[in-house]
Structure formats: C-alpha cells, structure tokens
C-alpha cells in the first residue's frame, strides 16, 4: 500500500517562485494527493498562476489568508487538508528534485 500526502504551500507575494515550484511537484515520482496553496498576497497573481496550473492525479485547493502569519498559514492549510496519510509543508522559494518526496 503506498501512502498518500497533502503538500501545504504557504506564499506571500511571491508568485514567480511558485510559478516555479509547482512543476517540479508534477515531475515527483511520488506525486502529492492535493496541494494546497494559503496565500497571503496583497494582490491576486498568485491565486492566477495556482488557478492556472492543472496537475494530472491532483487535488488543488486554494485558501487566501489576510493576515501574514506562516503559522497561521500552515494551520490553515491544515483546517482544508482532506484525508490523507501524511502532510508535508515546504516553502515556496525551492524546487524539487524528482524523487525529493519518494525518498522522505
């Protein structure tokens, strides 16, 4: 049985480097159930770059937090993560080699 995992992406202001972050989930070996992203953004181009992204075989949720907390944050992708095994956080200024979450 293989487990399954929800990725927690916490931003603020930085929708660039999710731009990049997010393919680097669809080249994992052990892609993530659902990814979800809790922007804390001033403006909307990071929902646009999430909204535009469209992952085979996951789940996506975005949640959009006013005040700029990342613990807040990482809670609050908690209070939206569905059932899965485990929950990985990780920050949205790295790239992922392909078999990063295989091998944690």
Avoid: H
Wanted: hydrophobic residues 35%; negative net charge.
């Amino acid at each position: 049985m293989r487990l399954t995992y929800s990725l927690i992406l916490p931003t603020c202001n930085r929708p660039e480097l999710v731009r990049d972050f997010l393919p680097s989930l669809e080249k994992q070996t052990v892609p993530p159930a659902e990814v979800i992203v809790v922007d804390q953004s001033d403006d909307k181009e990071t929902r646009d770059v999430f909204e535009g992204w469209n992952p085979a075989g996951m789940d996506k949720k975005y949640v959009y937090q006013k005040t700029k907390s990342l613990i807040l944050a990482r809670n609050r992708g908690l209070d939206v993560c569905g059932q899965t095994d485990l929950v990985a956080f990780f920050d949205d200024d790295v790239l992922l080699d392909p078999r990063y979450c295989e091998e944690l």
